[in-house]
């Protein structure tokens, strides 16, 4: 691997050192941006040594469906076309829409061929590992910054699995709030109510599975002791894990630690190159709360096929287009598609799409500077908001009104000047990185649209 070199910071030294690491968990479900702040490099190259070691093989790539309830892993696969619009979580028993942005986290583990991982078999664990470890690992932030593992282990009363026709027992304490548990191995939930007057005695409480459920022998306990009896009577393997939040106390995590969300992967141009295959299946779209698109166009192509001809002016585009992408590339976009001389690109975050924004009018200016000529005229609109991932002519794609607008957004664009929407413009650090640019902001009318759209069009300062 010869360009494995060009990775700064000696990412691929910690690579090695990640895959023969004494703790068995720590190549699995890897986390690339935590990687990446562990070893003090740069969140972007981390994902880009990930992606290629996928690619070769030495990683395996999986697609994590997370509930936005409760935090659980609900569903694994070694595929993005597997993945659906929307999930049942057992644990919750409620059904989510599945988003882009919170619902769907990547992860690598070592390739089997090159470890075996005892983790990559959570049925064999016990019962403080697969919670603790793998279940929860990823799992959300609670509002004073402590990882989930160390919020709720404080509250947690019973932790254990049961085999196939066992039956298991614990003494405990409970405050008023709800015992809350769950089978990490049936995936599904159950809770008991806990209120009134503390009891004196231990109260008597059984839970049974049965089926894809826990029956429970108490509608509501008091706050005070708790004689628990678990069964498992199935022919299956079950297990437990219950906890009791004080009333006083935070209910749930307030956020998640960054993590390589379904969103940020779309928007890698590393990801769209090596990856072409995954896509969704069939008619399956997943829904995205927040993408940025930039659109760009040459002005006067058609001209220039004319004047120097076809195969010298394809030349030309074909350049532009390499110097496009290693701009959107370098700022943590992707190019989704290019439609004649435009390019429809996207990026997770306004100030890395305006960047490249300004780079790109830069550098076509210092092409045609070195060329003598003014041959390459770029216009570009930038535009943010909903929509859905859906595959289109075997590619991921984008589609709905964001995309429709930010399109028209930037046929408002003259030769070198940026059309940016208000959306946009008050992304963080979007102003700054635009700043070597005169800023004019106009109300415009946009087909489709009931009401006039705010845009700023920046031209190049004198």
Not at 66 to 94: K, N, P, W
Not at 169 to 178: K, L, Q, S
Not at 379 to 404: M, S
Not at 449 to 460: D, E, F, I, K
Request: hydrophobic share 45%.
């Amino acid at each position: 691997m010869t360009a494995a070199r060009e990775w700064p910071g000696g990412l691929v030294r910690e690579l090695e050192r990640l895959v023969r690491s004494e703790d068995e968990f720590a190549p699995y479900r890897v986390n690339p941006f935590r990687f990446a702040a562990d070893a003090k490099a740069d969140a972007q190259a981390s994902l880009q040594l990930f992606l290629v070691a996928a690619k070769l093989g030495l990683f395996a790539m999986q697609w994590d469906l997370l509930c936005t309830g409760c935090g659980d892993l609900v569903e694994r696969f070694d595929a993005l076309s597997f993945m659906h619009s929307s999930y049942h979580c057992g644990i919750c028993q409620t059904t989510y829409e599945a988003t882009l942005e919170d619902s769907i986290e990547i992860s690598f583990t070592v390739s089997p061929e090159v470890r075996e991982l005892r983790a990559a078999r959570p049925e064999t664990l016990p019962a403080e590992d697969f919670y603790y470890r793998w279940l929860f690992n990823g799992a959300g932030l609670v509002p004073d910054g402590r990882p989930y593992t160390d919020y709720i282990r404080p509250f947690v009363r019973f932790l254990g699995h049961l085999p196939a026709g066992t039956t298991a027992t614990a003494a405990f304490d409970v405050e008023e709030g709800v015992l809350t548990g769950f089978d990490g191995l049936v995936k599904t939930g159950f809770w008991t109510e806990v209120r009134g007057e503390r009891a004196a005695a231990p109260q008597p409480l059984r839970y049974t599975l049965a089926g894809k459920s826990y029956d429970a022998s108490a509608g509501e306990l008091r706050p005070g002791p708790v004689a628990l009896t678990i069964s498992n009577p199935t022919s299956g393997p079950a297990s437990a894990f219950l906890f009791c939040v004080p009333l006083n106390a935070p209910q749930h995590p307030t956020g998640y630690a960054p993590f390589l969300s379904a969103k940020k992967l779309f928007n890698s141009q590393t990801f769209r190159e090596l990856f072409r295959g995954q896509v969704l299946g069939g008619t399956e779209s997943l829904k995205a709360q927040d993408v940025v698109f930039l659109f760009t166009d040459l002005t006067g192509s058609t001209a220039l096929y004319e004047r120097i001809g076809d195969v010298k002016a394809y030349a030309l585009v074909r350049q532009h287009f390499d110097a496009l992408t290693a701009i959107i590339a370098r700022r943590a976009g992707a190019i989704v598609k290019t439609i004649g001389d435009a390019v429809m690109a996207t990026f997770s975050e306004p100030r890395d799409a305006a960047g490249a924004a300004a780079a790109m009018l830069d550098e076509i200016e210092a092409f045609n500077a070195a060329r003598g000529s003014a041959d390459l005229l770029l216009k570009i609109g930038l535009h943010r908001g909903p929509c859905i991932a859906v595959t289109l002519n075997d590619r991921l794609d984008f589609f709905g009104q964001t995309v429709n607008v930010a399109a028209r957004v930037q046929g408002l664009a003259g030769p070198e000047e940026i059309c940016v929407t208000e959306e946009v413009w008050k992304g963080e650090g979007v102003p700054a990185a635009l700043a070597e640019f005169t800023a004019k902001l106009e109300s415009v009318p946009i087909k489709g649209l009931t009401a006039p759209l705010a845009v700023h069009r920046l031209a190049p300062a004198a």
